[in-house]
């Protein structure tokens, strides 16, 4: 029914069916689509808390944490989706994607140096892709060369 309302753009009556679905099953995937719909009703910050809130009560789904950060980006906090995307990486230190939305946010607010912390982990767990040879790049060209040659197994030639 909830679906229906969505289809229809109906959002509130949707939560309003996700309510009173919660109460009577409380089953996580209803937590998920009703912070769906609360983002497409614009709430983001609200929906992000919900998914905290849902992480709390079912610590195994990580989803929900990643949710978290992403709702919180959208609602232009990204301190609280910085906050959220770490503790992703805590729990699973290779997600490369959580890792590349941390760094954009860190690179979005300023946060250079993190920035490259963050690279420099993703580039020293194996991931050495465009992704993190842009940021290399992008965030200390120097460093770049010498990394991107050890890669390739060259050195760095010296210019006369």
Known sequence: MANSYVELSMYDKAVDVYNRAIEQADDYR????????????GFNTEAALLCQQSFEKYPAIIAFKTAEAFYYQ???ELDSSNEAYLQ?????????????????NLIANNSLDSAYQQTLIMWN??????????????LDPDTYQVLYNETIGTQPQDSD
């Open 88 to 104: 992703v990486l805590e729990l699973n230190p290779y997600d490369r994607d959580s890792r590349i939305k941390l760094i954009d």
């Open 30 to 41: 209803l937590y998920f689509n009703k912070a769906i719909v609360l983002s497409e009703m």
């Open 74 to 76: 959208l609602a232009g």
């Open 125 to 138: 767990q194996g991931f050495r892709d465009s992704k993190s040879i842009e940021y290399l790049y992008l």
